[in-house]
């Protein structure tokens, strides 16, 4: 079973943290990349918010303890690295959701976009860690940084774990990155409501326009 | 008007993104069938979840066909299998590379317009979610792939 309301704010958060990238990406090409990956998870988002309420009440006007995402994807962007070290800790584990629950509409769907989501980042972590001594050395510090978060993933998805970390450690591995052992989890904060500051800037941004006009529209 | 009229009309809408083609030569328009009490029903499926074009086309649907309710319906999800031969023409000629068999992630793309097979990937996503961007390394040109999905 997918948890709408937890998936979908991962979805929502995600999309609205690779929209930062537009106008500020490394080229042109990853630009569009992360434009389109960023829209890939709009649209499931507002797939499974539609299922719980009205999608646009969802995203502007609940506050951060309302909403259920992992910690993971509120993690700044960082630099490129640290978006796609991310990318690729959180989309693995998307992946692996969707493709386990065949018979959800969204996920049978979203299951073929996000095979490339992981791919993308996939190629990227292996280019950045095999690539410069500094690119590798961002690389390993963004692993270092948003590995202790996923472990709330898997407390929910305990089955997820084994498929998740046997993708992520290949790629890894190939990428000449070891992220050491999984600390213990703690909880479920981000499921929980209980937030790290990112997700209020986050929200502050994602929702001004909307609060401060309510009902606009384009 | 008769259904197979409306199935035409609803067929000949261009696709918003990509209007050299048609949604039914994308696999976007699934089926038009008549009401019970008089007017049609129009199901159409979006290419990806995030296709900004699916609130067009709508549009576009009620305008060929007033009156037309038009339902989005997500199973089975689109597969670029479902471009017809007659699309994946028309892309070609419009310097669109076609999908291959949606099997597995190709990586080579025929160049639309010398025919060479030496092309690369200049990115996986190019000017929508449904193309990659592609370069030929014998006529030098830049051009778009409708991916395999």
């Known amino acids: 079973m997918i948890d709408p309301l937890a998936v979908g704010d991962d979805c929502l958060v995600l999309s609205q943290q690779l929209s930062g990238w537009i106008t500020r990406a490394p080229t042109l090409e990853e630009e569009v990349a992360l434009a389109n990956l960023a829209l890939d998870l709009l649209g499931q988002a507002r797939m499974l918010l539609s299922r719980v309420g009205d999608e646009d009440e969802l995203a502007y006007l609940r506050d951060p303890p309302q909403f259920r995402n992992c910690l993971l994807v509120e993690q700044p962007n960082g630099d490129f690295a640290a978006t796609v070290l991310r990318h690729l800790l959180y989309t693995s584990f998307l992946y692996e959701l969707y493709a386990a629950n065949p018979d959800d509409e969204v996920a049978a769907k979203g299951v073929k976009e996000i095979a ?10 292996v280019r950045l860690g095999r690539g410069t001594e500094e690119s590798h050395r961002r690389s390993a510090g963004a692993l270092g940084a948003l590995w202790p978060y996923t472990a709330e993933l898997f407390v929910t998805e305990p089955g997820l774990l084994a498929p998740w970390r046997a993708h992520v450690g290949r790629v890894l591995a190939e990428a000449g990155l070891d992220p050491g052992e999984m600390p213990p989890a703690d909880g479920t904060p981000g499921r929980d409501g209980r937030h790290t500051p990112h997700l209020t800037e986050i929200l502050a941004e994602m929702q001004s326009l909307h609060r401060e006009h309510p009902g606009v529209r384009w | 008007m008769r259904l197979e009229e409306a199935r035409r009309l ?140």
């Open chain 2, 10 to 149: 609803a067929g000949e809408v261009p696709d918003p993104e990509l209007p050299v083609v048609t949604i039914a030569d994308l696999g976007i328009l699934r089926d038009v069938r008549e009401r019970p009490g008089g007017g049609f029903e129009v199901t159409i499926t979006p290419t990806y979840s995030g296709c900004p074009a699916m609130d067009a086309i709508r549009d576009d649907i009620r305008r060929v066909l007033p009156g037309a309710t038009v339902t989005t319906v997500l199973s089975p999800p689109w597969s670029s299998d479902w471009i017809t031969e007659e699309g994946r023409r028309k892309l070609r000629e419009h310097g669109i590379s076609p999908p291959g068999a949606a099997v597995s992630l190709t990586l080579s793309a025929r160049c639309p317009r010398c025919g060479s097979l030496r092309t690369r990937l200049v990115s996986r996503y190019g000017s929508t979610a449904c193309k990659a961007l592609f370069a030929c390394a014998d006529c030098l040109e830049p051009f778009d792939h409708v991916k395999e999905i």
């Open chain 1, 116 to 125: 490339y989501h992981r791919d993308y980042a996939g190629l990227w972590t």
